[in-house]
């Protein structure tokens, strides 16, 4: 009876495992959705931080920042800030996420009118709702 060596051996294994011969269960990965770990509504964002943070704004002010920390990302992603004055959405901004924690931010023009009950929503790259921002602008 002839022996196979060790390296004949291998070889065999191998080219069985390319056919799918012999096939290695993998467990599949299942990864957590990202979470918004912070946000708020401020007057700007200065060294990666939100400044003036606050839920109600005078009329004056011309611009807001919606200011966020996404956590969880197991691979590049984006998250959508959708503006809303009341039940009417008056911007959408999709924002890349590429790290398990990441800060990001978008602004809106507020027009010196547009005063009443605002709010941005935080959703991830599928549509579904991750956090909320209420806020309002004041005579």
Same mark, same amino acid.
């Given at each position: 009876?002839?022996?196979?060596n060790?390296?004949?051996?291998?070889?065999?294994?191998?080219?069985?495992i390319a056919l799918g011969i012999m096939s290695i269960?993998?467990?599949?990965?299942?990864?957590?959705?990202?979470?918004?770990?912070s946000g708020a509504i401020g007057l700007d964002v200065v060294d990666r931080e939100i400044v003036g943070a606050a839920s109600s704004f005078a009329s004056s002010v011309t611009k807001l920042y919606c200011f966020t920390t996404v956590v969880g990302a197991q691979e590049s992603t984006y998250v959508i800030h959708a503006w809303y004055y009341g039940d009417m959405e008056r911007a959408r901004v999709s924002?890349?996420?590429?790290s398990m924690r990441w800060r990001t931010c978008s602004s809106k023009l507020i027009q010196k009118? @547009?005063? *009443?009950?605002?709010?941005?929503?935080?959703?991830? @790259?599928? *549509?579904?709702?991750?956090?909320?921002?209420?806020? @309002?602008?004041?005579?």
């Open positions: 009876m002839k022996r196979l060790l390296c004949s051996v291998s070889v065999v294994v191998c080219f069985m269960p993998v467990q599949a990965q299942t990864f957590e959705p990202i979470k918004i770990e924002l890349p996420v590429n009118h @547009e005063t *009443g009950a605002w709010h941005v929503d935080v959703l991830d @790259e599928d *549509g579904n709702l991750l956090d909320s921002f209420p806020f @309002e602008i004041v005579q």
